[in-house]
């Protein structure tokens, strides 16, 4: 399958808003209330599209990409990367097209970041093996763990790099 990434419009910022996911995916259901957010052009969010012009999910650049807790551990401070966030329509997930959305990220990100980053680097749920499986591999290796999971909802998170 071909993706193809465009600035996020209104339209899919609602639609993502809006996306539900089961189990413990939960974590990475959209909010109706984040649509303004979406559409600030410094979290330079990206919808992705496929060969029919359908939403398929969506890749953040930057800032937006951080977790809160991995923000105040100081662990993006470490390393000069670009910090890659991303998401696949729910019904989309689990099929064998992680690989190939994650590739196409990537490659935008090269065309797109004239400063040419050194490296990669995105965040992920320690639980989440399916998509670390898929990081692994695209060329992604875990950097560090940080975080831990409580009862009042803290996580466990994976720092994963490669280079670019």
């Known amino acids: 399958m ?11 910022a609602r639609a993502i808003s809006r996306w539900r996911y089961e189990g413990p995916y939960s974590i990475y259901n959209g909010d109706p209330t984040s649509v303004d957010s979406l559409l600030q052009p410094r979290l330079r969010y990206h919808s992705v599209y496929d060969e029919c012009g359908d939403l398929v999910g969506y890749f953040c650049f930057g800032e937006d990409a951080r977790v ?3 923000k105040r551990l100081g662990v ?15 019904d989309l997930t689990g099929r064998g097209l992680g690989e190939e959305f994650v590739h196409a990220g990537l490659r935008f990100a090269r065309e797109v970041y004239s400063y040419s980053p050194r490296a990669f680097r995105l965040t992920v749920a320690a639980f989440n093996r399916r998509a670390i499986r898929v990081y692994e591999r695209t060329g992604f290796e875990t950097t ?7 009862r009042g909802g803290g ?4 720092l994963m790099r490669r280079e670019a």
Do not use: H, N
């Open 68 to 70: 809160s807790a991995g």
């Open 76 to 90: 993006y401070g470490r390393e000069v990367a670009l910090d890659i966030g991303l998401g696949m329509r729910p």
């Open 155 to 158: 996580r466990q998170w994976l």
């Open 144 to 150: 560090e763990t940080f975080g831990a999971p409580t």
């Open 2 to 12: 071909r993706f193809t990434l465009k600035p996020i419009t209104p339209r899919d």
